[in-house]
């Protein structure tokens, strides 16, 4: 798989500000046409600017797949009108703010924190039509801050247990590794976005974690 090392507005952290997905790419306005372009072209989808709480952090407020995208519950209405008119599925949940970092999905599974339950987690399974494990993973709760999982595979919080990575994979039925990126830190989802066909990583990661998040995702 293709796998670059960028930065979005200026920031390694590039899994806050953009939410990517095996059709649809969200990001921040500010994003200049050429990188827009290059990101559109690298994972192979479409890409759309977006606002969502007011702010950029697009990767914290907003998690999805191929079936749509759920957001907190602070996105206001004019967003989630503002995405749909570009034929977006858009969910909003009420009760949760920073859902990007409390869940994680390719297009047939997701897991998520355990604080997500009941009527919620019910949405969440309906509307991206997954089926949602809730978890832990290096005793935090950040479940999509980290694990990044696309339909090929994953890569997981280096600190995970043996246990919690062995059931990622039973779950998942797919390869996955453990990692760090930018330079040591653990929380993957921060740092990088991916899907199938390629993967963007914070600037700051090093050649070794490059090697360790292709394995994962590589699904070979």
Known sequence: MDLVRKSILGSPYVGVFCCITEKIGL????TSPKETKGLANLFGIEIIEAKLAES????????????????????????????????????????ISAIGNLLEANDSKGICSSTIKGKAKGQIEDFLKIKLKDCKIAG?????????ATNKGFAMNANASEKEFREAKNFFKLQGSLSTANYGDAFLGNCMVANSKAAMVGLHTTGIEMMKIDDGLSGD
Do not use: M, Q, W, Y
């Open 27 to 30: 990001l921040p306005h500010g």
């Open 56 to 95: 950029s952090l697009l990767g914290i407020v907003a998690a999805g797949n191929s079936h749509g995208f759920v957001v907190g519950g602070i996105v206001s209405e004019k967003e989630i009108d503002g995405l749909k008119s570009t034929g977006l599925r858009i969910k909003k949940l009420a009760g």
């Open 140 to 148: 935090s709760d950040l479940i999509g801050s980290c694990v990044v």
